[in-house]
Antibody, heavy 117, light 107 residues
Framework: QVQLQQSGAELMKPGASVKISCKATGYTFSSYWIEWVKQRPGHGLEWIGEILPGSGSTNYNEKFKGKATFTADTSSNTAYMQLSSLTSEDSAVYYCAKETAYYFDYWGQGTTLTVSS | DIKMTQSPSSMYASLGERVTITCKAS??????LSWYQQKPWKSPKTLIY???SLADGVPSRFSGSGSGQDYSLTISSLESDDTATYYC?????????FGAGTKLELK
């Protein structure tokens, strides 16, 4: 069965960087886009962007260019999102999701990022 | 960016009641519209894709309709397990955009 297992909660200081992982099982990892979504209380869901692991192709929401960087390791079936120059505005729950035929069919459990000095 | 206007933002409904949530896109999204259910402290769950198709394992009391700019999610007979926040997502044009959500509670 398809599963997306994300890395655990992170507590980071302002100005630091963090790398969140999303390990996929149960399907051909290289063939499907992995999506990244941000959720903050009162701000709903925001699409950060996506990566196609097999080719490394990426698409970013303009709002997150320079903030988020996606990579993927097909040998371990793991996608990564690095967030840089962290501020309190980056405190949120981050989800990865598998995309298929223009919708997200499976979601990770979410990774909570807290940015605080 | 395509703006998704979702309504209502919150609502109360009774068990067995028919519930409808709507999303209006700022332009034609050609049915590239999906619906998700999210319960507190949980990740979203896929309900509907391509506007009208029911995702695997989703109860048949959920249905989607619409085309062009206007879409809706209907629960034919509300059950207690349906209390959650519901989001629409347009996949017609990048950047993908979500509706602001509808919080559904029991009356």
């Amino acid at each position: 069965q398809v599963q997306l297992q994300q890395s655990g909660a992170e507590l980071m200081k302002p100005g630091a960087s963090v790398k969140i992982s999303c390990k996929a099982t149960g399907y051909t990892f290289s063939s499907y886009w992995i999506e990244w979504v941000k959720q903050r209380p009162g701000h709903g869901l925001e699409w950060i962007g996506e990566i196609l692991p097999g080719s490394g192709s990426t698409n970013y929401n303009e709002k997150f260019k320079g903030k988020a960087t996606f990579t993927a390791d097909t040998s371990s079936n793991t996608a990564y999102m690095q967030l840089s120059s962290l501020t309190s505005e980056d405190s949120a729950v981050y989800y990865c999701a598998k995309e298929t035929a223009y919708y997200f069919d499976y979601w990770g459990q979410g990774t909570t990022l807290t940015v605080s000095s | 960016d395509i703006k998704m206007t979702q309504s209502p933002s919150s609502m109360y409904a009774s068990l067995g009641e028919r519930v409808t949530i709507t999303c209006k896109a700022s332009q034609d999204i050609k049915s590239y519209l999906s619906w998700y259910q999210q319960k507190p402290w949980k990740s979203p769950k896929t309900l509907i894709y391509y506007a009208t198709s029911l995702a695997d394992g989703v109860p048949s009391r959920f249905s989607g309709s619409g085309s062009g700019q206007d879409y809706s999610l209907t629960i034919s007979s509300l059950e207690s397990d349906d209390t959650a926040t519901y989001y629409c997502l347009q996949h017609g044009e990048s950047p993908l955009t979500f509706g602001a959500g509808t919080k559904l509670e029991l009356k």
